[in-house]
């Protein structure tokens, strides 16, 4: 079984009432945790595989919750006039996150790149001193956020996203202020705290493009 799936879904969405819009493509990198060596395993360890796919599902779902949520905030705080622009909010820092190459040369890949990175990596670059909080919160959207209520009406903090937004140009020459990258994190733990062990990661890449006005 692969341990990465790729899926591509285009969304139109529209802003009501100024008719604006996002067009948003995303490009799901699901990190999975491996559910067996070999089909001759699968009988007996079938239970395993399907808690694993329960957990990746669920994490989907928490990565899903993170771009809804992200939207609808980065909207309210567009329209508020508490953003001014995109720009003030990119993720930069821990420096090079944002550069596929050093100084841009490709015979020199940039190991912390975000996308060479897990989403376990991620999680702990952007918060280095491991105290739950975004060391650099003006850059994070959402920083290990729980959005699931237990039956009792409380966060259940197993299940959680972080949302970040990037400049897909980064490094270049020049770059295109209407174009750029949301990602969304979602995490599923084995307990409520962010220092428990991770059971499965998801992971979404949301290319946004303003509406030309």
């Given at each position: 079984m692969?341990?990465?799936?790729?899926m591509e879904?285009?969304i139109?969405?529209?802003?009501?009432?100024?008719?604006?819009?996002?067009?948003?493509?995303?490009?799901?990198?699901?990190?999975?945790?491996?559910v067996?060596?070999?089909?001759?395993?699968?009988?007996?360890?079938g239970?395993?595989?399907s808690?694993?796919m329960?957990?990746?599902?669920?994490?989907?779902?928490?990565?899903?919750?993170?771009?809804?949520a992200?939207?609808m905030?980065?909207e309210?705080?567009?329209?508020?006039g508490t953003?001014g622009s995109?720009?003030?909010?990119f993720?930069k820092?821990?420096?090079?996150?944002?550069?596929p190459?050093?100084?841009?040369?490709?015979?020199?890949p940039?190991?912390?790149?975000?996308?060479r990175?897990?989403?376990e990596?991620?999680?702990?670059?952007?918060?280095?001193?491991?105290?739950?909080?975004?060391?650099n919160?003006?850059?994070?959207?959402?920083?290990?956020e729980?959005?699931?209520?237990?039956?009792?009406g409380?966060l259940?903090?197993?299940y959680?996203?972080?949302?970040?937004?990037?400049?897909?140009?980064?490094?270049?020459?020049t770059?295109?202020?209407?174009d750029?990258?949301?990602?969304?994190?979602?995490?599923?733990?084995?307990?409520p705290?962010?220092?428990?062990?991770?059971?499965?990661?998801c992971?979404?890449e949301?290319?946004?493009?303003?509406?030309e006005?």
């Open positions: 692969r341990g990465v799936s790729g879904i285009i139109n969405h529209s802003r009501q009432p100024q008719g604006s819009g996002l067009i948003a493509v995303i490009l799901v990198l699901a990190f999975m945790l491996t067996g060596v070999a089909v001759l395993t699968v009988t007996s360890s239970p395993k595989v808690a694993t329960r957990y990746q599902e669920e994490a989907f779902n928490a990565a899903e919750a993170g771009f809804d992200a939207r905030t980065m309210d705080s567009l329209a508020s953003w995109f720009g003030d909010h993720l820092s821990p420096d090079g996150i944002d550069t190459f050093i100084n841009m040369n490709l015979a020199t940039n190991p912390i790149y975000f996308r990175l897990t989403d990596q991620i999680l702990q670059l952007l918060d280095q001193n491991r105290d739950g909080q975004a060391d919160p003006l850059q994070v959207i959402f920083f290990e729980p959005f699931v209520y237990d039956r009792n409380n259940d903090g197993r959680r996203y972080t949302v970040f937004i990037i400049d897909d140009e980064a490094g270049f020459s770059t295109d202020p209407t750029f990258l949301m990602v969304c994190i979602g995490v599923v733990r084995s307990g705290n962010v220092s428990d062990r991770i059971l499965a990661t992971r979404l949301i290319e946004i493009e303003l509406p006005l």
